[in-house]
Protein backbone atom coordinates (compact mmCIF):
# COMPACT_ATOMS: atom_id res chain seq x y z
CA UNK A 1 0.00 0.00 0.00
CA UNK A 2 0.88 3.49 0.02
CA UNK A 3 3.33 5.22 1.73
CA UNK A 4 3.25 8.23 4.62
CA UNK A 5 3.09 11.40 1.78
CA UNK A 6 4.39 15.06 1.85
CA UNK A 7 3.64 17.98 0.11
CA UNK A 8 5.36 20.01 -1.27
CA UNK A 9 8.44 18.08 -1.22
CA UNK A 10 10.72 21.83 -1.43
CA UNK A 11 8.98 24.80 -0.58
CA UNK A 12 11.41 28.19 -0.60
CA UNK A 13 9.57 31.21 1.42
CA UNK A 14 10.84 34.54 1.92
CA UNK A 15 11.46 35.52 5.42
CA UNK A 16 8.21 36.76 7.41
CA UNK A 17 5.88 34.75 5.07
CA UNK A 18 3.75 32.07 6.09
CA UNK A 19 3.95 28.57 5.07
CA UNK A 20 1.64 25.15 4.80
CA UNK A 21 2.94 21.67 4.83
CA UNK A 22 0.84 18.81 4.44
CA UNK A 23 1.35 15.25 5.40
CA UNK A 24 -1.08 12.17 3.90
CA UNK A 25 -0.32 9.52 6.52
CA UNK A 26 -0.79 6.06 5.87
CA UNK A 27 -4.71 4.73 6.25
CA UNK A 28 -5.70 3.97 9.28
CA UNK A 29 -2.89 4.79 11.32
CA UNK A 30 -4.17 6.68 14.28
CA UNK A 31 -1.05 8.49 15.51
CA UNK A 32 0.73 11.12 13.48
CA UNK A 33 4.09 13.30 14.35
CA UNK A 34 6.14 16.11 13.03
CA UNK A 35 9.34 16.17 13.36
CA UNK A 36 12.03 18.98 12.71
CA UNK A 37 15.39 17.93 11.26
CA UNK A 38 18.07 20.27 10.95
CA UNK A 39 21.17 19.62 8.64
CA UNK A 40 23.15 17.09 10.34
CA UNK A 41 20.52 16.42 13.34
CA UNK A 42 18.86 13.96 14.16
CA UNK A 43 14.57 14.58 13.88
CA UNK A 44 13.30 16.88 16.49
CA UNK A 45 10.02 16.42 17.95
CA UNK A 46 7.10 19.11 17.20
CA UNK A 47 4.05 17.30 17.72
CA UNK A 48 1.90 13.94 18.34
CA UNK A 49 -1.79 13.75 17.16
CA UNK A 50 -3.96 10.95 18.20
CA UNK A 51 -6.73 10.67 15.56
CA UNK A 52 -8.06 14.09 15.34
CA UNK A 53 -6.56 15.23 18.83
CA UNK A 54 -3.12 16.81 19.28
CA UNK A 55 -2.15 15.44 22.88
CA UNK A 56 1.37 17.12 22.91
CA UNK A 57 2.32 19.91 21.13
CA UNK A 58 5.29 20.33 23.49
CA UNK A 59 7.84 20.52 20.70
CA UNK A 60 6.27 23.60 18.60
CA UNK A 61 9.30 25.66 18.76
CA UNK A 62 6.84 29.17 19.14
CA UNK A 63 3.32 30.30 19.03
CA UNK A 64 4.33 30.61 14.97
CA UNK A 65 3.64 27.14 14.56
CA UNK A 66 0.54 25.46 14.45
CA UNK A 67 -0.64 22.02 13.41
CA UNK A 68 -4.20 20.60 12.77
CA UNK A 69 -5.32 17.48 11.76
CA UNK A 70 -9.29 17.90 11.55
CA UNK A 71 -10.58 14.42 10.48
CA UNK A 72 -8.05 12.31 11.84
CA UNK A 73 -6.61 11.52 8.79
CA UNK A 74 -4.75 14.50 6.55
CA UNK A 75 -2.18 16.98 8.44
CA UNK A 76 -1.40 20.27 7.96
CA UNK A 77 1.50 22.16 9.73
CA UNK A 78 1.56 25.79 9.22
CA UNK A 79 4.31 28.05 10.06
CA UNK A 80 3.77 31.77 10.60
CA UNK A 81 6.12 34.44 9.52
CA UNK A 82 8.61 32.51 9.04
CA UNK A 83 12.56 33.28 10.07
CA UNK A 84 15.76 32.17 8.58
CA UNK A 85 16.16 29.30 11.88
CA UNK A 86 12.76 27.32 10.51
CA UNK A 87 15.06 26.41 7.35
CA UNK A 88 14.91 22.46 7.75
CA UNK A 89 13.36 19.16 6.70
CA UNK A 90 10.18 18.79 8.00
CA UNK A 91 9.31 15.20 8.80
CA UNK A 92 6.00 13.45 9.46
CA UNK A 93 5.47 9.80 10.44
CA UNK A 94 2.63 7.91 11.25
CA UNK A 95 1.91 4.65 13.49
CA UNK A 96 -0.82 2.14 13.85
CA UNK A 97 -0.31 1.80 17.94
CA UNK A 98 -2.06 3.76 20.65
CA UNK A 99 0.46 2.87 23.00
CA UNK A 100 1.55 5.01 25.58
CA UNK A 101 5.54 5.04 26.34
CA UNK A 102 7.13 5.44 22.70
CA UNK A 103 4.56 3.11 20.62
CA UNK A 104 5.69 0.97 17.77
CA UNK A 105 7.88 1.41 14.72
CA UNK A 106 6.69 4.68 12.96
CA UNK A 107 6.76 5.16 9.10
CA UNK A 108 8.46 8.45 7.90
CA UNK A 109 6.97 10.66 5.03
CA UNK A 110 10.08 11.87 2.67
CA UNK A 111 10.02 15.24 4.48
CA UNK A 112 9.51 18.58 2.91
CA UNK A 113 12.60 20.78 2.42
CA UNK A 114 11.99 24.46 3.98
CA UNK A 115 14.44 27.31 2.67
CA UNK A 116 13.76 30.92 4.22
CA UNK A 117 15.32 33.60 2.89
CA UNK B 1 15.78 17.15 30.15
CA UNK B 2 16.17 13.64 28.66
CA UNK B 3 19.03 13.40 26.30
CA UNK B 4 19.69 10.31 24.34
CA UNK B 5 23.54 10.34 23.40
CA UNK B 6 24.81 8.17 20.48
CA UNK B 7 28.71 7.20 19.85
CA UNK B 8 30.64 7.58 17.65
CA UNK B 9 29.18 10.36 15.67
CA UNK B 10 30.90 9.74 12.97
CA UNK B 11 32.67 6.24 11.34
CA UNK B 12 34.30 5.38 7.93
CA UNK B 13 35.11 2.01 7.70
CA UNK B 14 36.68 -0.51 4.69
CA UNK B 15 33.72 -2.77 3.28
CA UNK B 16 34.07 -5.91 5.27
CA UNK B 17 34.71 -4.60 8.70
CA UNK B 18 32.62 -4.63 11.41
CA UNK B 19 31.28 -1.10 12.52
CA UNK B 20 28.95 -0.45 16.08
CA UNK B 21 27.26 2.47 17.81
CA UNK B 22 25.89 3.03 20.83
CA UNK B 23 23.59 4.83 22.49
CA UNK B 24 23.13 6.26 25.83
CA UNK B 25 20.04 7.57 27.31
CA UNK B 26 19.97 10.00 31.03
CA UNK B 27 17.24 7.86 31.88
CA UNK B 28 15.68 4.41 31.79
CA UNK B 29 13.95 3.78 28.96
CA UNK B 30 10.53 1.44 28.62
CA UNK B 31 11.62 0.56 24.81
CA UNK B 32 14.25 1.73 22.38
CA UNK B 33 13.82 1.79 18.18
CA UNK B 34 17.06 2.12 15.82
CA UNK B 35 16.43 4.15 12.32
CA UNK B 36 18.31 4.04 9.82
CA UNK B 37 18.82 7.07 7.28
CA UNK B 38 20.22 7.00 4.18
CA UNK B 39 21.75 10.64 2.87
CA UNK B 40 18.99 12.51 1.10
CA UNK B 41 16.41 10.05 2.59
CA UNK B 42 13.86 9.79 5.39
CA UNK B 43 14.17 7.59 8.97
CA UNK B 44 13.48 3.82 8.17
CA UNK B 45 12.58 1.66 11.13
CA UNK B 46 14.73 -1.03 11.86
CA UNK B 47 13.38 -2.43 14.97
CA UNK B 48 12.58 -2.34 18.60
CA UNK B 49 13.75 -3.58 21.66
CA UNK B 50 11.76 -3.83 25.04
CA UNK B 51 13.12 -6.29 27.67
CA UNK B 52 16.18 -6.03 29.50
CA UNK B 53 18.96 -7.61 27.59
CA UNK B 54 17.69 -8.32 24.88
CA UNK B 55 19.00 -9.23 21.70
CA UNK B 56 17.94 -9.17 18.56
CA UNK B 57 19.28 -9.91 14.84
CA UNK B 58 18.00 -8.87 11.61
CA UNK B 59 21.13 -10.98 9.23
CA UNK B 60 24.35 -8.92 9.84
CA UNK B 61 22.59 -6.51 11.62
CA UNK B 62 22.85 -7.17 15.80
CA UNK B 63 20.83 -5.11 18.64
CA UNK B 64 21.38 -5.03 22.09
CA UNK B 65 19.15 -3.33 25.11
CA UNK B 66 21.31 -3.13 27.98
CA UNK B 67 20.49 -4.48 31.72
CA UNK B 68 19.57 -1.18 33.06
CA UNK B 69 17.57 -0.54 30.06
CA UNK B 70 19.36 2.92 29.66
CA UNK B 71 21.85 2.15 26.79
CA UNK B 72 21.77 0.04 23.34
CA UNK B 73 23.85 -0.56 20.59
CA UNK B 74 23.67 -2.01 16.84
CA UNK B 75 26.68 -3.97 15.56
CA UNK B 76 27.04 -4.36 12.05
CA UNK B 77 29.16 -7.58 10.75
CA UNK B 78 30.77 -7.02 7.25
CA UNK B 79 29.60 -3.99 6.66
CA UNK B 80 28.82 -3.30 2.91
CA UNK B 81 28.68 -0.05 1.02
CA UNK B 82 24.85 -0.38 1.28
CA UNK B 83 25.00 -0.05 5.06
CA UNK B 84 25.98 3.48 4.21
CA UNK B 85 24.11 6.03 5.56
CA UNK B 86 22.75 7.90 9.70
CA UNK B 87 22.10 5.11 12.27
CA UNK B 88 19.37 7.15 15.02
CA UNK B 89 18.33 5.21 18.34
CA UNK B 90 14.86 6.47 19.89
CA UNK B 91 13.35 6.20 22.96
CA UNK B 92 10.77 7.41 24.33
CA UNK B 93 10.47 10.73 25.25
CA UNK B 94 9.87 12.56 29.01
CA UNK B 95 6.35 13.83 29.46
CA UNK B 96 3.62 11.16 28.24
CA UNK B 97 1.88 9.89 25.09
CA UNK B 98 4.28 9.11 22.13
CA UNK B 99 6.95 11.63 22.27
CA UNK B 100 10.22 9.67 20.77
CA UNK B 101 13.61 11.28 21.44
CA UNK B 102 15.70 10.84 18.49
CA UNK B 103 19.80 9.89 19.73
CA UNK B 104 22.22 11.94 18.38
CA UNK B 105 22.88 9.66 15.15
CA UNK B 106 25.98 7.99 13.73
CA UNK B 107 26.94 8.50 10.39
CA UNK B 108 28.56 5.20 9.04
CA UNK B 109 30.59 5.60 5.64
CA UNK B 110 31.71 2.41 4.21
CA UNK B 111 34.93 2.75 1.38
CA UNK B 112 34.91 0.20 -1.22
Known amino acids: GAGVSQSPRYKVAKRGQDVALRCDPI?????LFWYQQALGQGPEFLTY????????KSGLPSDRFFAERPEGSVSTLKIQRTQQEDSAVYLCASSSTLATGGGREQYFGPGTRLTVT | GQQVMQIPQYQHVQEGEDFTTYCNSS?????IQWYKQRPGGHPVFLIQ?????EVKKQKRLTFQFGEAKKNSSLHITATQTTDVGTYFCAGPGSGGYQKVTFGTGTKLQVIP
Open chain 1, 49 to 56: FQNEAQLD
Open chain 2, 49 to 53: LVKSG
Open chain 1, 27 to 31: SGHVS
Open chain 2, 27 to 31: TTLSN
